[in-house]
């Protein structure tokens, strides 16, 4: 079973409007969790990185939250642009693992349409 | 853009052929990360190389092989093709091995096996 998983697995939504991606985790003991928004065919770009006392994050129009007690984050998106149709990764890292035992989820496959 | 470079973009070859990737990394990044991502799938994570050494491998069998050379740039080569080795490869380099380091990906390698 993958440590991370994401919900919905992909999702239409309408220009100007918001939406929000779900991730739930398993992974433990806890260090950080990054969201990474991956254009097709394209390598993934960090959005936010959030440690265990971070609880909430912004970058731009991407609000990322973080609840470490019930293992889950999501990941908001205001006022949706055609540039955000992408697929968008949750990523969790255990404390004292390093950056090579990074848990990737599957990832939201977001389309927005005018 | 992250500075990270990946070539070729893609490669099209027949199974049981040999390919070579190859990855610039960031100025300043001593560590550099191997990903195969299969269509709609997350990066699962082949290899990561340290200052020229291996560093954690994941579960991928041996005839995935690397090189990290001391400008920091790195290859992966990958043997005896077979048709599941059709993938996006990512190569992500980052400034060490914490948990707390963000990895910063190139565009990836479009690989098809024929």
Known sequence: KNQVEQSPQSLI????????????????????????????????VSLTIMTFSENTKSNGRYT??????????????????LSDSASYICVVSAEGSGNN???F???????VIP | ETGVTQSPTHLIKTRGQQVTLRCSSQSGHNTVSWYQQALGQGPQFIFQYYREEENGRGNFP?????????????????????LDDSALYLCASSAGLGSGETQYFGPGTRLLVL
Do not use: M
């Open chain 1, 101 to 103: 035992r990074l848990a």
């Open chain 2, 62 to 82: 041996p005839r995935f092989s690397g090189l990290q050379f001391p400008n920091y740039s790195s290859e992966l080569n990958v043997n005896a093709l077979e």
């Open chain 1, 13 to 44: 939504i309408l220009e100007g409007k918001n939406c929000t991606l779900q991730c739930n985790y398993t992974v433990s003991p806890f260090s950080n969790l990054r969201w990474y928004k991956q254009d097709t065919g394209r390598g993934p």
């Open chain 1, 64 to 81: 990322a939250t973080l609840d470490a007690d019930t293992k889950q984050s999501s990941l908001h998106i205001t006022a949706s642009q």
């Open chain 1, 105 to 111: 989820g599957k990832g939201n496959q977001v389309v």
